[in-house]
């Protein structure tokens, strides 16, 4: 049996012994699942799971910085009186590894505010990006790459 298959199955167990099916009780459920579980891999042996989900989980916390400083950053050129947004539209390279990957970035970016994914080229090895902060590219390649596609490929490697 798949190991998370075993998690879900714990954290439904723990939330049916706890007399209540919320999110809050599977939640703690899959937690302590994962850690009785990472205690007790030494019966399934060395498995992807273990390093897998907290890439994904740092995937989710990375992401939701990006969107909570864009956000910030998108807010206050808004309301500050003088606008300080140079947009223009920047080349991106990627790494990603194959079409999933690639969606799965550019659709992070595009998710991000102050930012759009426009088109990628033929060869499928840069990614043409919108950005309303676009005074150094530089940055907004190193912060893309960084913040987004690094934990990215983490954790779907």
Do not use: K
């Not at 590894?97 to 659709?107: D, F, P, W």
């Amino acid at each position: 049996m798949n190991i998370f298959a075993i998690n879900l199955l714990v954290a439904v167990m723990w939330a049916m012994l706890s007399g209540e099916i919320t999110l809050t009780t599977l939640g703690t459920g899959f937690v302590i699942g994962f850690a009785a579980l990472w205690l007790l891999q030494s019966l399934f042996g060395r498995d992807a799971y273990f390093l897998r989900l907290p890439r994904l989980v740092w995937l989710v916390i990375s992401f939701l910085w990006a969107l909570i400083r864009s956000s910030w950053r998108v807010a206050h050129d808004v309301v500050t009186p003088r606008a300080r947004n140079n947009p223009g539209v920047i080349a991106v390279p990627i790494r990603t590894r194959n079409e999933t990957e690639t969606l799965l970035l550019s659709s992070m970016i595009s998710l991000t505010p102050g930012s759009l994914t426009l088109d990628l080229d033929e060869t499928g090895e840069t990614l043409f990006v919108h950005a309303m902060f676009a005074e150094d590219a530089d940055a907004v390649r190193a912060d893309i790459h960084e913040t987004l596609e690094t934990p990215l490929l983490e954790a779907l490697s």
